[in-house]
Protein backbone atom coordinates (compact mmCIF):
# COMPACT_ATOMS: atom_id res chain seq x y z
CA UNK A 1 0.00 0.00 0.00
CA UNK A 2 1.37 3.42 -1.02
CA UNK A 3 2.32 5.65 1.65
CA UNK A 4 2.87 9.49 1.68
CA UNK A 5 3.34 10.71 5.09
CA UNK A 6 3.89 14.39 6.05
CA UNK A 7 5.66 16.27 8.42
CA UNK A 8 6.49 19.40 9.88
CA UNK A 9 3.17 21.89 10.17
CA UNK A 10 2.54 23.57 13.34
CA UNK A 11 2.17 27.21 14.29
CA UNK A 12 4.82 30.32 12.89
CA UNK A 13 3.90 34.23 13.01
CA UNK A 14 3.63 35.96 10.10
CA UNK A 15 6.75 36.51 8.27
CA UNK A 16 8.09 33.33 9.71
CA UNK A 17 9.35 30.19 7.96
CA UNK A 18 8.57 26.80 8.19
CA UNK A 19 9.67 23.45 6.37
CA UNK A 20 7.15 20.84 5.20
CA UNK A 21 8.56 17.15 4.44
CA UNK A 22 6.55 14.43 2.40
CA UNK A 23 8.23 10.47 2.47
CA UNK A 24 6.72 8.38 0.29
CA UNK A 25 6.97 4.65 0.00
CA UNK A 26 5.89 1.63 -2.11
CA UNK A 27 6.11 3.45 -5.04
CA UNK A 28 8.67 3.74 -7.63
CA UNK A 29 9.04 7.45 -6.33
CA UNK A 30 11.66 8.87 -9.27
CA UNK A 31 9.17 8.21 -11.73
CA UNK A 32 6.13 10.47 -10.07
CA UNK A 33 5.74 14.12 -10.48
CA UNK A 34 5.31 15.37 -6.29
CA UNK A 35 3.48 18.15 -5.28
CA UNK A 36 2.58 20.43 -2.15
CA UNK A 37 -1.30 21.45 -2.44
CA UNK A 38 -3.11 22.92 0.51
CA UNK A 39 -6.70 23.47 1.89
CA UNK A 40 -7.90 26.44 3.50
CA UNK A 41 -11.31 26.12 4.89
CA UNK A 42 -14.14 27.04 3.01
CA UNK A 43 -12.20 26.71 -0.23
CA UNK A 44 -10.82 24.69 -2.81
CA UNK A 45 -7.57 22.53 -2.63
CA UNK A 46 -5.76 24.39 -4.21
CA UNK A 47 -1.43 23.80 -6.04
CA UNK A 48 1.41 24.95 -4.45
CA UNK A 49 4.23 23.79 -6.14
CA UNK A 50 5.29 20.73 -7.92
CA UNK A 51 8.39 19.10 -9.17
CA UNK A 52 8.98 16.59 -11.77
CA UNK A 53 11.61 14.01 -11.87
CA UNK A 54 14.01 15.42 -13.58
CA UNK A 55 13.73 18.59 -11.25
CA UNK A 56 11.99 21.27 -13.22
CA UNK A 57 9.43 22.96 -10.91
CA UNK A 58 6.41 25.11 -10.80
CA UNK A 59 4.61 27.46 -8.45
CA UNK A 60 1.63 28.80 -7.62
CA UNK A 61 1.57 32.37 -8.09
CA UNK A 62 1.48 33.35 -4.46
CA UNK A 63 3.72 31.72 -3.38
CA UNK A 64 6.53 32.76 -5.97
CA UNK A 65 9.55 33.75 -4.62
CA UNK A 66 8.67 32.74 -0.52
CA UNK A 67 8.69 28.87 -1.10
CA UNK A 68 10.76 26.34 -2.81
CA UNK A 69 9.74 22.58 -3.37
CA UNK A 70 12.54 19.78 -3.50
CA UNK A 71 13.03 16.49 -4.25
CA UNK A 72 15.50 13.76 -2.73
CA UNK A 73 15.31 10.48 -5.06
CA UNK A 74 17.45 8.40 -3.14
CA UNK A 75 15.43 9.26 0.17
CA UNK A 76 12.12 8.91 -1.68
CA UNK A 77 11.59 12.89 -0.21
CA UNK A 78 9.74 15.53 -1.07
CA UNK A 79 10.24 19.01 0.90
CA UNK A 80 8.62 22.26 0.44
CA UNK A 81 10.81 25.21 2.39
CA UNK A 82 8.05 28.18 3.43
CA UNK A 83 9.40 31.17 3.77
CA UNK A 84 7.91 35.14 4.55
CA UNK A 85 4.76 33.26 5.55
CA UNK A 86 1.51 35.18 5.59
CA UNK A 87 -1.88 34.86 6.88
CA UNK A 88 -3.26 33.67 4.24
CA UNK A 89 -0.87 30.71 3.53
CA UNK A 90 -2.88 28.60 6.73
CA UNK A 91 -4.04 25.68 5.62
CA UNK A 92 -3.96 22.12 4.97
CA UNK A 93 -1.02 20.92 3.66
CA UNK A 94 -0.89 17.72 1.26
CA UNK A 95 1.56 15.78 -0.36
CA UNK A 96 0.67 14.03 -3.73
CA UNK A 97 2.56 11.71 -6.45
CA UNK A 98 1.03 12.11 -9.40
CA UNK A 99 1.72 9.79 -12.56
CA UNK A 100 -1.02 10.30 -14.15
CA UNK A 101 0.53 12.02 -16.89
CA UNK A 102 1.76 8.68 -17.86
CA UNK A 103 -1.33 6.55 -17.65
CA UNK A 104 -0.66 5.71 -13.44
CA UNK A 105 -2.31 6.57 -10.56
CA UNK A 106 -2.25 9.61 -7.81
CA UNK A 107 -2.01 9.14 -4.17
CA UNK A 108 -2.24 11.88 -1.30
CA UNK A 109 -1.12 12.14 1.97
CA UNK A 110 -3.17 12.79 5.26
CA UNK A 111 -2.39 16.68 4.91
CA UNK A 112 -0.42 18.79 8.23
CA UNK A 113 -1.48 21.87 9.49
CA UNK A 114 -0.02 24.76 8.87
CA UNK A 115 -1.27 28.35 10.56
CA UNK A 116 0.50 31.86 10.38
CA UNK A 117 -0.68 33.44 13.30
CA UNK A 118 0.37 36.31 15.48
Known amino acids: QVQLVESGGGLVQPGGSLRLSCAAS????????MGWYRQAPGKQRELVAT???????NYADSVKGRFTISRDNTKNTVALQMNSLKFEDTAVYYC????????????WGQGTQVTVSS
Open 96 to 107: NADATWRGGLGY
Open 51 to 57: ITSGGTT
Open 26 to 33: RITFSIYR
